[in-house]
Every structure is written in structure tokens, then in C-alpha cells.
């Protein structure tokens, strides 16, 4: 079975967060069950330095006034084709922003061509390949099944996965003349609350729809998590369903990682000590009796920080210490500097993004603290549950999904493998720590926690199985 892939980053040529890890996975975890994956991205310089010595697939001569030259090659594993067009995306900055962090004004441009190249890939345009099935990810491909649809060639079916509904892709009116649709898309899944939704439009023509968790997928039913999506969601909700994602765990292995100090297993738990101590001497904490905390995390409302930062200093007295990696809104980065200040050697933070460091943070920390308001599945606490590192999570998303709550039943059953925060309030998330700091001063109960983790399945395993159940179920009935 022949699948096309749609996405706007891909691990490890161009990341900005979680997905690019799912759509850098997902082509390696499908193959064995006799999925090809060919996944198309926009030539971003960073992907353009990437690629060796492309072949030339086709060249697409008006996409929306644009020429796109379609380039395959294979990189790390994955087979790519890449939409290159220096106008669009070869620039300074990100994939979304340039420089100075301002989201690029043209971005609505930028991602309809991806989109629509796709949708052409897709019924054709490369001589001898078309897919079985389409697979695209959040708004910056949702165009695609919107262009499959109100298209002149037979389309194959499609699949949209939303990974954060929060973002959207939504553009002004005046955009619509220039997407090179029918007037009567405008009606038929366009036009969202009197502007271009790119998110919107995908999930009104996609066959199917996914959430990267099923709890996410019953949560964005309710106007709480929705975002203004919830009404199409309950619409449609016959073709919604949640695959949890799952971890690289041949990249996130605390047997083999490079990035630590010290190798370590579920058997061999003593060598984490000197990961532990790494961690202490990269962020200058000060050695600690109680956990130390692992924060690695996007800065923003979504992800609680305005409520940690809230908690630091009740979680400092609980008996913690707290690590942070991250960046984000600039308010809260200095908040946590100036928590670092007030608590020198028991809180520390790192401004900006460091990979190596994360790993080592994985495998020396004793929990790692995720108290999102939101999250749609989540990476962070999988890559916990596999280095021994224990979830302090709110319960909510995949958070709620991959964590088992170490209530008094669970932990007297012996098969905890984190904490939940109940109700998100700063009070709540000190109790957790509080907890988790109890727990962690009896041993024997900390270390079953720790291997209860390391042996939980956060393989993509089960997840292929998901996607690839959908793929033969769609591609069964269009044929």
C-alpha cells in the first residue's frame, strides 16, 4: 500500500516541535506492516542542505502563480519529495517566522502551494506513482483534502491529523480569490467565523480524522477544548477517532543514548546516578536529597508555565528541585529567571532549546513536570516512562492516556507509573509534588514506579497498527 504523506516539518531535517517527530517516525514504524510512505515538505534551506543530490520528479508550472520544482530524495530513511520554491520558503528564520519571531505574512501562500502540490502528487502528477491513501497533519496541509475534493482528477481518499486544534490556519477573506477554489467551497468548509480557515476546510473534506490521543479526540467534541471546532467535530463525529503517538525508541534508548553520561536499564537502574549528577552540574543545582524536577517544555499558556511558575516556590518548600529547558513568552521566561534567582541552587533554567541536554535531562532527572491545560498527546512524558524518569502530568489528552495515576489503589496494586494533577491550579500541581516527593523518599516504591515506566509499550507499535487499520479501511472503500 502506496501512502502519501503531507507535512510542513520533519524530523530530523526541519523541527520546531512534536510534529515533526510523528511525521519523521511514522513512515519507519508503518513499513514493516507493508505501508510505503513518501512524505512531501516545503524546501526550506534547511531541508534543501539536507538532500545530497536530489532527483528531479516534475515540475509544476502554475501553482497558484508560483513554479515548483518537485525533488525526491532519500534522507535518515525517509523518502521524501520536497516542493521547492525559492520564493516561498527559502528564507531566514523558521518554517513559520522569520528572524525577529513574526509569523511570515504570506504564510497562507506558502502552505496552500504545499497544499495544493500535494493534492496534484497526489492524482498524478509524478509519472507512475499515486497513492492509495493521503495523509496530512494540522492546518498547515489541511488545503490538501479541500483541493482532492473540489478537484477535476478521481482523488484518493484522505486522512487529517490534527495535533493541536489551537492552531488553525486561519486567514483573512480577501485570501479565498487566490486559492484557486470553486466560489462553492467558500460555503462547503471554507469560510470559518467570516475568514479562510485552512483547518477547518481539511477537516470538512477529509474521509477520516484523527487526534494524536483518544481523550483528545473526545475532548475537542466539547467547547472547553474545541476552539470553535467543536460543532464540525460532533458533526462528523462518526469518522473521529484518537491513535496515541508513540517515541523512536531505537533514537530514545537510555541503553544506547549518546547524549548520557552513563548508559542505563530497567536492571541496571545504579548507573542513572551519574546522569543525575550531570544534570545537577550542568544547571548548578546544588546535590539534593528530594527529586529533581525535569522541565522541558514550550513557555506558554498551553503548557501550564504561568501556573508553575506560580508553584515554584511551594514546590521548592515540598522538597524539590526543578530543572528547566525551554522558551517561549518572554514574561514567563523571566519569571522562571527570577525563580532561579530566589531559589539559587534548587531552581535552575535554561532559556532556548538544547537536544542533547533534553536526553540527559530524560536520564538523570527524577521526574520530569508536565501540567499542560492542554495536550494533545504529548512526547515528553513517553520519553519519562522509558529513562526511569516518572510523569508528574495534568490529567488531560494523552497525558491522562499514557500515565497510570499512582492513587493509593494503584500504587497498592503495584503498577503506577506517574502522578496526575487533578483540577490545573498552581495548589494542585504543588500536591502532586508533594506526593511525588513522599513517594520518592521510599525507595523500593519509587524504584516500581520507575520500572513499571521503563516497561510500558511507548513503541509506535500499536500506534502503526492504528494508522495502518485506517489506511486499508479507507483505501477498501474507495475502491
Same mark, same amino acid.
Given at each position: 500500500?502506496?501512502?502519501?504523506?503531507?507535512?510542513?516539518?520533519?524530523?530530523? =531535517?526541519?523541527?520546531?516541535?512534536? =510534529?515533526?517527530?510523528?511525521?519523521?517516525?511514522?513512515?519507519?514504524?508503518?513499513?514493516?506492516?507493508?505501508?510505503e510512505?513518501?512524505?512531501?515538505?516545503?524546501?526550506?534551506?534547511?531541508?534543501?542542505?539536507?538532500?545530497?543530490?536530489?532527483?528531479?520528479?516534475?515540475?509544476?508550472?502554475?501553482?497558484?502563480?508560483?513554479?515548483?520544482?518537485?525533488?525526491g530524495?532519500?534522507?535518515?530513511?525517509?523518502?521524501?519529495?520536497?516542493?521547492?520554491?525559492?520564493?516561498?520558503?527559502?528564507?531566514?528564520?523558521?518554517?513559520?517566522?522569520?528572524?525577529d519571531?513574526?509569523?511570515?505574512?504570506?504564510?497562507? %501562500?506558502?502552505?496552500?502551494?504545499?497544499? %495544493?502540490?500535494?493534492?496534484?502528487?497526489?492524482?498524478?502528477?509524478? %509519472?507512475?506513482?499515486r497513492?492509495?491513501?493521503?495523509?496530512?497533519?494540522?492546518?498547515?496541509? &489541511?488545503?490538501v483534502?479541500?483541493?482532492? &475534493?473540489f478537484?477535476?482528477?478521481?482523488?484518493?481518499?484522505?486522512?487529517?491529523?490534527?495535533?493541536?486544534?489551537?492552531?488553525? #490556519?486561519? !486567514?483573512?477573506?480577501?485570501?479565498?480569490?487566490?486559492?484557486?477554489?470553486?466560489?462553492?467551497?467558500?460555503?462547503?468548509?471554507?469560510?470559518?467565523?467570516?475568514?479562510?480557515?485552512?483547518?477547518?476546510? #481539511?477537516?470538512r473534506?477529509?474521509?477520516?480524522?484523527?487526534?494524536?490521543?483518544?481523550?483528545?479526540?473526545?475532548?475537542?467534541?466539547?467547547a472547553? /477544548?474545541?476552539?470553535?471546532?467543536?460543532?464540525?467535530?460532533?458533526?462528523?463525529? $462518526?469518522?473521529?477517532?484518537?491513535?496515541?503517538?508513540?517515541?523512536?525508541?531505537?533514537?530514545?534508548?537510555?541503553?544506547? $543514548?549518546?547524549?548520557?553520561?552513563?548508559?542505563?536499564?530497567?536492571?541496571?537502574?545504579?548507573?542513572?546516578?551519574?546522569?543525575?549528577?550531570?544534570?545537577?552540574?550542568? !544547571?548548578?543545582?546544588?546535590?539534593?536529597?528530594?527529586?529533581?524536577?525535569?522541565?522541558?517544555?514550550?513557555?506558554?499558556?498551553?503548557?501550564?508555565?504561568?501556573?508553575?511558575?506560580? &508553584?515554584?516556590?511551594?514546590?521548592?518548600?515540598? #522538597?524539590?528541585?526543578?530543572?528547566?529547558?525551554?522558551?517561549?513568552?518572554?514574561?514567563?521566561?523571566?519569571?522562571?529567571?527570577?525563580?532561579?534567582?530566589?531559589?539559587?541552587?534548587?531552581?535552575?533554567?535554561?532559556?532556548?532549546?538544547?537536544?542533547?541536554?533534553?536526553?540527559?535531562?530524560?536520564?538523570?532527572?527524577?521526574?520530569?513536570?508536565?501540567?499542560?491545560?492542554?495536550?494533545p +498527546?504529548?512526547?515528553?512524558?513517553?520519553?519519562?516512562?522509558?529513562?526511569?524518569?516518572?510523569?508528574?502530568?495534568?490529567?488531560?489528552?494523552?497525558?491522562?492516556?499514557?500515565?497510570?495515576?499512582?492513587?493509593?489503589?494503584?500504587?497498592?496494586? #503495584?503498577?503506577?507509573?506517574? /502522578?496526575?494533577?487533578?483540577?490545573?491550579?498552581?495548589?494542585?500541581?504543588? $500536591?502532586?509534588?508533594?506526593?511525588? +516527593?513522599?513517594?520518592?523518599?521510599?525507595?523500593? &516504591?519509587?524504584?516500581?514506579?520507575?520500572?513499571?515506566?521503563?516497561?510500558s509499550?511507548?513503541?509506535?507499535?500499536?500506534?502503526?497498527r492504528?494508522?495502518?487499520?485506517?489506511?486499508?479501511?479507507?483505501?477498501?472503500?474507495?475502491?
Amino acid at each position: 500500500m502506496k501512502v502519501l504523506s503531507v507535512a510542513s516539518e520533519i524530523f530530523p =531535517l526541519v523541527k520546531t516541535g512534536g =510534529l515533526a517527530d510523528v511525521t519523521g517516525a511514522l513512515p519507519g514504524a508503518v513499513a514493516p506492516l507493508g505501508v510505503e510512505m513518501r512524505t512531501v515538505v516545503p524546501g526550506y534551506p534547511a531541508v534543501m542542505a539536507q538532500l545530497g543530490k536530489p532527483k528531479v520528479l516534475g515540475t509544476l508550472e502554475d501553482v497558484l502563480g508560483h513554479s515548483v520544482t518537485l525533488l525526491g530524495a532519500k534522507v535518515a530513511g525517509l523518502d521524501l519529495i520536497v516542493v521547492q520554491a525559492p520564493g516561498l520558503y527559502e528564507r531566514e528564520g523558521g518554517p513559520y517566522a522569520g528572524l525577529d519571531g513574526i509569523d511570515f505574512g504570506d504564510n497562507w %501562500k506558502r502552505f496552500a502551494v504545499l497544499s %495544493k502540490s500535494a493534492a496534484l502528487i497526489a492524482t498524478g502528477a509524478i %509519472k507512475g506513482y499515486r497513492p492509495d491513501v493521503v495523509h496530512v497533519h494540522d492546518w498547515q496541509a &489541511a488545503m490538501v483534502p479541500c483541493y482532492l &475534493a473540489f478537484g477535476d482528477s478521481p482523488a484518493p481518499p484522505s486522512v487529517i491529523t490534527v495535533h493541536n486544534i489551537a492552531f488553525q #490556519g486561519q !486567514f483573512a477573506a480577501h485570501v479565498f480569490g487566490e486559492l484557486g477554489l470553486p466560489a462553492s467551497a467558500w460555503a462547503d468548509g471554507v469560510e470559518y467565523y467570516g475568514g479562510v480557515g485552512f483547518l477547518k476546510a #481539511g477537516l470538512r473534506a477529509a474521509q477520516a480524522i484523527t487526534t494524536v490521543s483518544p481523550t483528545y479526540a473526545r475532548e475537542i467534541r466539547t467547547a472547553e /477544548f474545541g476552539m470553535g471546532l467543536e460543532g464540525l467535530i460532533n458533526g462528523r463525529a $462518526d469518522v473521529v477517532s484518537g491513535i496515541v503517538n508513540g517515541i523512536d525508541t531505537d533514537l530514545w534508548d537510555p541503553e544506547t $543514548d549518546d547524549c548520557l553520561v552513563a548508559p542505563f536499564s530497567a536492571k541496571v537502574l545504579k548507573a542513572r546516578e551519574k546522569n543525575r549528577k550531570a544534570v545537577i552540574k550542568s !544547571f548548578g543545582l546544588a546535590p539534593a536529597k528530594g527529586p529533581i524536577l525535569a522541565v522541558i517544555s514550550r513557555l506558554t499558556w498551553q503548557k501550564g508555565m504561568d501556573l508553575l511558575a506560580e &508553584a515554584l516556590d511551594g514546590i521548592v518548600a515540598a #522538597g524539590a528541585s526543578v530543572a528547566i529547558l525551554g522558551a517561549g513568552d518572554r514574561d514567563l521566561e523571566q519569571a522562571f529567571i527570577e525563580a532561579a534567582a530566589r531559589h539559587p541552587g534548587r531552581v535552575a533554567v535554561h532559556v532556548g532549546y538544547d537536544e542533547p541536554l533534553a536526553h540527559l535531562m530524560q536520564g538523570g532527572c527524577d521526574a520530569i513536570l508536565v501540567p499542560s491545560r492542554f495536550e494533545p +498527546c504529548g512526547l515528553t512524558q513517553l520519553y519519562g516512562l522509558r529513562y526511569g524518569c516518572v510523569p508528574i502530568v495534568a490529567r488531560t489528552g494523552g497525558l491522562a492516556d499514557t500515565v497510570i495515576d499512582a492513587n493509593m489503589a494503584a500504587r497498592a496494586a #503495584g503498577v503506577a507509573t506517574g /502522578f496526575h494533577i487533578g483540577r490545573l491550579t498552581a495548589e494542585r500541581i504543588v $500536591d502532586a509534588v508533594a506526593l511525588a +516527593c513522599e513517594v520518592h523518599d521510599d525507595k523500593p &516504591a519509587w524504584t516500581r514506579m520507575m520500572k513499571n515506566g521503563m516497561a510500558s509499550d511507548v513503541s509506535w507499535d500499536a500506534s502503526a497498527r492504528g494508522y495502518v487499520s485506517l489506511y486499508q479501511r479507507l483505501a477498501g472503500e474507495a475502491r
